[in-house]
């Protein structure tokens, strides 16, 4: 015979996820002074997304040039991502440029300093555990070769 699943009884006095989530932000509103100016974390995302990037800063242009439907240079990315320009970077071309570079972080920049939580969508939660996947694989093929390879040397001995 099997066991009867036993159920789980919450504490009531336990916090829920969104409970949790919730008193998270406000404590961190109520900690930190001057926490709603973004101003340099988002330059430095900006910039850290720029770098990362798999692409040049003229194909991420063109790339928010397509998306946005809006006329992006590079020049302007230039502008929009350097401090001393009065340009700042335009909101409603932030989607487009995280989209171009592949890197949410400017946009997470905003949303943190908002008090928001963000959730990836699903299918890029799968392709992140696909990716996993691969590497596991690629890594027990790596140890199956050292593994073949000790065998070896030690069965000469």
Same mark, same amino acid.
């Given at each position: 015979?099997?066991?009867?699943?036993?159920?789980? !009884?919450?504490?009531?006095?336990?916090?829920?996820? #969104?409970?949790?989530?919730?008193?998270?932000?406000?404590?961190?509103? /109520?900690?930190?002074?001057?926490?709603? +100016?973004?101003?340099?974390? #988002?330059?430095?995302?900006?910039?850290?997304?720029?770098?990362?990037?798999?692409?040049?800063?003229?194909?991420?242009?063109?790339?928010?040039?397509?998306?946005?439907? +809006?006329? !992006?240079?590079?020049?302007?990315?230039?502008?929009?991502?350097?401090? /001393?320009?009065?340009?700042k970077f335009p909101c409603e071309l932030l989607p487009a #440029? +995280?989209?171009?570079?592949?890197?949410?972080?400017?946009?997470? !920049?905003? +949303?943190?300093?908002?008090?928001?939580?963000?959730?990836?969508?699903?299918?890029?939660?799968?392709?992140?555990?696909?990716?996993?996947?691969?590497?596991?694989?690629?890594?027990?093929?790596?140890?199956?070769?050292?593994?073949?390879?000790?065998?070896?040397?030690?069965?000469?001995?």
């Amino acid at each position: 015979m099997t066991k009867a699943k036993q159920r789980l !009884v919450t504490d009531p006095a336990q916090l829920s996820l #969104f409970d949790s989530i919730k008193r998270d932000q406000e404590e961190r509103q /109520a900690l930190r002074p001057g926490r709603m +100016c973004a101003k340099s974390r #988002f330059e430095a995302s900006t910039k850290a997304a720029i770098k990362n990037a798999p692409k040049s800063v003229e194909q991420i242009a063109d790339d928010m040039t397509e998306l946005s439907g +809006c006329e !992006v240079t590079a020049a302007m990315i230039y502008n929009y991502t350097s401090s /001393a320009h009065p340009h700042k970077f335009p909101c409603e071309l932030l989607p487009a #440029f +995280c989209e171009a570079t592949g890197d949410y972080g400017p946009l997470l !920049v905003l +949303c943190d300093t908002s008090g928001v939580y963000t959730v990836e969508p699903p299918e890029k939660i799968r392709a992140k555990i696909q990716a996993l996947d691969e590497q596991k694989k690629e890594l027990d093929r790596e140890k199956h070769k050292y593994a073949a390879l000790l065998y070896e040397l030690e069965g000469r001995k």
